[in-house]
């Protein structure tokens, strides 16, 4: 059985927590930003968790993760 090939793209954008869980970047954080309010852009800085229903497919692309 040949090695399993992981999504480049996919490896750039999310890393694993120590519970195994999928972190991830938010988006809306790149331009566009003069309408957006303090608030909103602090909190677009932290990174989240990646949601349940995502998790099954990322594992498939990421297998050595």
């Known amino acids: 059985m040949p090695k399993m090939k992981t999504s480049r793209a996919a490896a ?5 927590t120590g519970t195994g869980k999928l972190k ?3 988006a809306y954080k790149s331009h566009i930003l003069t309408k957006k309010s303090p608030k909103r852009k602090r909190n677009l800085r932290k990174s989240t968790i990646t949601d349940k229903t995502n ?4 594992k498939k692309i990421l297998p050595y993760l």
């Open 55 to 58: 998790v099954k497919n990322m």
């Open 12 to 16: 750039k954008r999310f890393k694993v």
């Open 24 to 26: 991830r970047s938010k």
